[in-house]
């Protein structure tokens, strides 16, 4: 029974956002880039164990990966998580796709109860505002 609380704690989606792999890499690990994809204050050190800050501060983390135009793996909590619960993980992975980029986050490590609400997030507070956002070129 274990080993199945500890599935629930982790979900993957994907979407396509009409900018290159490149575009999104970029501003995704960008201060500016990040605020402006998702239309709220983020702080971001682009590097790895970079901090970031994302939210005005409700999600704050580390970059733990760096492949360039590729993949972002990162440690990644919300105010929201217990004290003592440790950091989640957050993967981003960027294919090449004809309508941009395929976008595939899969994040893991959730505290008990609040993996469908991250869930959620990810569309509301990502996926769809990044749609609507002019990436720099």
Do not use: C
Request: glycine share 8%; hydrophobic share 35%.
């Amino acid at each position: 029974a274990e080993g199945h609380l500890i599935m629930e704690n982790k979900f993957t989606l994907s979407d396509v956002i009409s900018a290159s792999p490149a575009q999104i890499y970029k501003a995704w690990l960008s201060t500016s880039g990040h605020t402006g994809m998702t239309g709220s204050p983020a702080v971001v050190e682009s590097k790895v164990k970079g901090k970031f800050t994302a939210w005005d501060g409700y999600i704050s983390g580390e970059i733990l990966e760096l492949q360039p135009h590729r993949r972002i793996v990162q440690a990644w909590r919300t105010t929201e998580f217990p004290p003592a619960s440790p950091d989640s993980r957050v993967e981003i992975i960027l294919e090449p796709d004809p309508g941009g980029t395929k976008i595939t986050i899969t994040h893991s490590n959730i505290p008990e109860g609040q993996a469908d609400d991250y869930k959620q997030g990810w569309h509301d507070f990502y996926f769809e505002p990044m749609k609507h956002f002019q990436f720099p070129k």
